[in-house]
């Protein structure tokens, strides 16, 4: 009976030595891990901070109005020109589409080769020139 | 101690046996009593270890708090503060990390040579001071709080031992000038030395840092009511006022009469808080809180909601305004004489200082001191901004005081406390403390205090919409946003005589005059007449327009609609107060 105990006793000390030293092992290296990550965060953090500071700087209304006033011809908004939506006039029924388009009409009149997909799609825009 | 006896099994002596039983008694099985003790033993042990692993376990969980802790005080000396950010969460303070250099004298070996090196680098150190603290013998002192990265790797590169980086907060305010006087500065530690800041340190911050807490940013952002665009708009309007009518300073307020949320407070000059030594210039001085001013005729507007709440006096009752009054060897006149007999409403729109006079006289010193004291303009107004000023009250106060009160002269008080007063009769008649916090309207109603009925409110209202239909207020009207007000011009006094040419003047702006949300206090310090006000440099031709270009600007920000169709001040809110009664 005590032979078994001492053997019992003896092979759990042996796995718990064996398990604490793993356990030791790996908290260390979850220590380690966390150390780093909450050294990550707080650089995260710090670095948030510092661009939202230059944000704030970027869009303070001093430095937009000195740039509209050097690149743009925008004015002071006057109370005449805001409009209360209910004061909307209704929206005018929509035209009936046009039975013809005229200008493709000119166009197929001058050039009747011309595909009729591209004189019916929307004029191309002129390229804005660049300032 | 007595030798142990060998427990033999096998045939023991008589003297062994007699020694046993001497010892254990007789008929004791020792073999079996051994077993039981082992047991007992073997148990005790368990235990023992148990609780071991226990408290092991209890160390693994809560070891981390004290890691956490150990680390967060060795970086950051300079404390960490709660961002603050306006009523939409633009920011307008906030912190960002920026290394500081410090040394170890006692590791320095030798401090002629790091001076030198040191002063290589960061040209602007002063290098005795710095070879003094590095040839002390003391274990820490600071060479430069917050220098550049750039400088930071340049002085790492030196490679001189026993100096190194901390990372500090420091405060940054983007905006820069516009809310000095709101958020005030901090000090070189991040301690709140003024305004907001401070208001922050007093809640609760600096115990907190004491402890040695708070130095991680997990602080919740403190909200305030002023709006950054409004703030903006209106700094910019004052700056240019000041320029143009070379007034010695401006000021001006934009308070919500129905929370008494303060969305915007300039005073110019100001300063810029990244760079608090310009605060102690003593121009710079905010003249809204800290300054006390006699207000002119806007006090009018007090006088006259005094006696229509007594109920004595009506919107037709009339009043003698002929010639000027005499008291004493005083000599009342009005600056836009009539010379005839004036009712209520012209005497506010001629802004009759005789007619307020006599009004006031109606109602009695004792009451018109009482009122004045019910509105909050006898006591020190305090908000949240740690500098307040006290009202400069007459220690005597007779009928001659209460005279000279009536339009607004003999009593100096702090403008945002006119301002209180006003927009507690013009809004229904609660007086509500104005706040530099968010408020919503049912906190506001809460702590409120009615001081005046509705009706004379309705009548006050009527009064100041007239005023800018009519009144010496045309030039503050803007079109489309039913603007009302009250002018006020008052002598300044140099050396202890009222002088004629140096005013200080004011105009207080409600704003839609029949449902009010806000009112604006524009104020002047000494504005000189200049040719496009034909000369003049009183209120209604430089506070007045400028309140206007304000409004312009603000109202759209304030989420006031331009109603284009309303119809005069008679028949809207004179013809509503007739239905209501």
């Known amino acids: 009976m005590m032979r078994f105990v001492h053997f019992i006793v003896v092979a759990a000390l042996v796995a718990a030595a064996v398990y604490v ?75 009936a589409p046009p039975s013809s388009d005229a200008i493709a009409t000119i166009i197929d009149g001058l050039e009747p080769a011309v595909p009729t997909g591209v004189a019916a799609g929307p004029l191309p825009t002129t390229p804005r020139t660049a300032r | 101690m007595t030798r142990r006896p060998d427990v033999a099994t096998s045939a023991p002596g008589w003297h062994r046996r007699m020694i046993q039983s001497l010892l254990y008694g007789r008929g004791v099985d020792r073999a079996r009593k051994a077993q039981a003790r082992l047991g007992l033993a073997l148990v005790g042990f368990a235990l023992v270890y148990a609780i071991i692993a226990i408290r092991l376990v209890l160390y693994a969980a809560t070891a981390d708090t004290h890691m956490v802790r150990r680390g967060g ?18 920011i307008l303070a906030t912190d960002i990390k920026t290394p500081s250099l410090f040394a170890e004298p006692r590791r320095i070996i030798d401090p002629d040579e790091a001076t030198e090196l040191l002063a290589g680098v960061l040209p602007d150190l002063d290098s005795r001071e710095v070879r003094d603290r590095l040839g002390s013998k003391r274990g820490f002192a600071w060479l430069k709080r917050d220098i550049t990265p750039v400088q930071q790797q340049e002085v790492h590169r030196l490679g ?21 006087h709101v958020i005030g500065h901090v000090n070189i530690d991040n301690q709140g030395i003024a305004g907001i800041e401070k208001w922050i340190d007093s809640r609760g911050l600096a115990d907190l840092h004491r402890a040695g807490f708070g130095v991680d940013r997990e602080q919740e952002p403190v909200r305030l009511g002023v709006d950054l665009r409004v703030q903006h708009a209106l700094h910019d309007e004052l700056v240019a006022a000041r320029g143009k009518y070379r007034a ?43 300054g006390v001013y006699e207000m002119g005729s806007t006090f009018k507007a007090l006088t006259i909601a005094m006696a229509l709440d007594s109920g004595k006096v009506t919107l037709n009752s009339s009043f003698d ?62 908000t949240e901004l740690p500098e307040s000023a006290e009202p400069i009250v007459p220690k005597h106060w007779g009928e001659l005081n209460t005279v000279t009160i009536a339009f607004g002269h003999g009593l100096s008080v702090a403008p945002l406390q006119s301002v209180m007063g006003v927009a507690a009769i013009v809004n229904g008649g609660y007086l509500i403390p104005p706040t530099f916090l968010k408020r919503s309207q049912a906190e506001a109603r809460a702590i409120a205090k009615r001081v005046v009925k509705p009706e004379t409110s309705a009548a006050m209202r009527y009064l100041m919409r007239l005023n800018a239909e009519k009144g010496t207020a045309t030039k503050a009207d803007v079109k489309g946003f039913y603007v009302g007000g009250k002018t006020g011009t008052a002598e300044k006094v140099i050396n202890g005589h ?3 040419n140096r005013l200080m003047t004011d105009f207080m702006a409600v704003l839609p005059a ?36 304000v409004i312009t600007r603000i109202a759209p920000l304030l989420g006031l609609d331009p109603r284009f169709d309303l119809p005069s001040a008679e028949h809207l809110i004179l013809a509503s107060m007739k239905e209501t009664r």
């Open chain 1, 21 to 95: 030293y793993r356990i030791k092992f790996e908290s260390a290296v979850q220590a380690e891990r966390v150390a780093k990550l909450g050294a990550e965060i707080k650089r995260e953090r710090d670095a948030i901070a510092a661009l939202r500071a230059e944000w704030a700087q970027l869009e303070n209304p001093v430095r937009i109005e000195a740039l509209v006033q050097r690149h743009l011809s925008l004015k002071m908004l006057d109370p005449t020109q805001i409009e209360q939506f209910d004061s909307l006039p209704e929206r005018p029924p929509m035209p």
């Open chain 2, 73 to 90: 005080s060795s970086d950051a000396v300079a404390t960490a503060r709660p961002d603050i950010i306006d009523r939409n969460g633009e």
């Open chain 2, 160 to 180: 001189v031992p026993g100096i190194g980086f901390l990372p500090e907060n420091k405060r940054v305010y983007p905006n820069g000038n516009e809310f000095s």
């Open chain 2, 248 to 290: 010695d300073a401006a000021a001006g307020i934009v308070l919500d009469v129905r929370t008494g949320e303060i969305v915007s407070m300039v005073s110019v000059p100001d300063y810029n808080p990244n760079n608090p030594r310009e605060a102690l210039e003593p121009n710079r001085i905010n003249r809204l809180t800290t």
């Open chain 2, 321 to 382: 305004a002929r010639g000027s009054l005499r008291y004493g060897h005083f000599n009342i006149s009005d600056y836009h004489a009539q010379n005839r007999v004036l009712t209520v409403p012209e005497i506010f729109t001629y802004s009759s200082n005789v007619g307020a006079a006599k009004i006031a006289l109606g109602q009695g010193v004792e009451n018109h001191k009482a009122f004045l004291s019910k509105v909050g303009q006898l006591d020190r107004l305090r």
């Open chain 2, 498 to 500: 009222y002088s004629k």
């Open chain 2, 514 to 549: 029949d449902e009010p949300r806000f009112l604006v206090l524009i104020m002047l310090d000494e504005p000189k007449p200049i040719a496009e006000t034909h000369g003049f440099a009183t209120s209604g031709w430089n506070a007045a327009p400028v309140t206007a270009k």
